[in-house]
């Protein structure tokens, strides 16, 4: 499950975590301007001869069978009408997000 939290940083760019991240060794992969990628790092000493990078699942490339590529490529042809929720959102009528306030 993913929640999204809004958080802001102090003046040296410091961010707290939630408690889950305490005491961690974390990986912070920089994925463009606006985003990080932060994650708890399994450490486990290496084979010798093996990757000194570490890999996720999704830098890995998606194979998809033909069955797959059917369907994909059918819902690009033909995608699906959109929902009253979308169209609401596309005109600008849904209100402002409200910004959440920092805990004490």
């Known amino acids: 499950m993913t929640a999204t939290e809004l958080?802001?940083?102090d003046g040296k760019g410091r961010v707290t975590l939630p408690r889950g991240y305490a005491n961690a060794t974390l990986l912070i992969e920089v994925v463009s301007d606006v985003e990080l990628r932060i994650r708890k790092a399994k450490v486990v000493p290496?084979?010798?001869g093996s990757e000194t990078?570490?890999?996720f699942d999704e830098e890995e490339p998606l194979v998809l069978s033909g069955e797959e590529m059917?369907?994909?490529l059918a819902a690009l042809?033909?995608?699906p009408q959109a929902n009253a929720a979308l169209k609401k959102l596309l005109k600008g009528t849904n209100p402002p997000?409200?910004?959440?306030?920092?805990?004490?």
């Open 46 to 48: 290496l084979a010798a």
């Open 7 to 9: 958080r802001e940083t």
């Open 97 to 104: 997000a409200k910004k959440r306030k920092r805990p004490v």
């Open 70 to 72: 059917a369907h994909f």
């Open 77 to 79: 042809d033909r995608p």
């Open 53 to 55: 990078e570490p890999r």
